[in-house]
């Protein structure tokens, strides 16, 4: 798997991700967000007009500075081709843009509104800050080392309350209660 940054805001390329494959897909379209992506080598990967296309394309993120605090920085959507997912694509993505970017700014978040995307988070160095965004997303900052099983098992705990559709209600039976959840290393710098 290659990992790449392509570019920030402003000028940064746009993705064409089919939103049959990709969710968030039309996000990723806009120039005013910086992109990471994760390319399978097998895959060759695809050039038109000028915009890169999802052939070889099986992740990728999107990011742009904090609107509040110059020095951070927040990933906004991240997502992982439908037929890769459950492969740890989506943990190894977040490391590589989250390391990256932390070469950059002094802090990395993310905000996430499922249990899926909190755990993938977790295991790409994120940890809970224990504060909600007003969009009902749990918010993390990008900490490796730094988590601990009962912030971990507390984020867990807000979604419990929440109406989950039952993929995502299964995730939170699942690892409620389980130990903290390894942090993957960063791709290319094991």
Known sequence: MNFELLGHPPDAPTLRLDHERFAYAGKFVMSNTGKAVARDPEEPPASRDGQ?????????TSFSQDYDDPDRTHIRYVTVREDRRGEGIGP???????????????????AVNNPIAYQAAYCAGFVWT??????AE????????????????????????RDLPDPHQAVVARHADEALPPVVDVPGRT
């Open 138 to 161: 749990l918010l993390l900052s990008y900490d490796p080392g730094a988590g601990t099983v009962d912030r971990y098992r507390a984020g867990f705990a807000v979604f419990a309350k």
């Open 52 to 60: 890169t296309t999802t052939a070889g394309l099986v992740g990728a």
């Open 92 to 110: 190894r993505l977040l490391r590589f843009t989250a390391d990256t970017l932390g070469r950059q700014f002094e802090s990395v978040a993310i």
């Open 130 to 135: 224990g504060r909600e965004t007003g969009m």
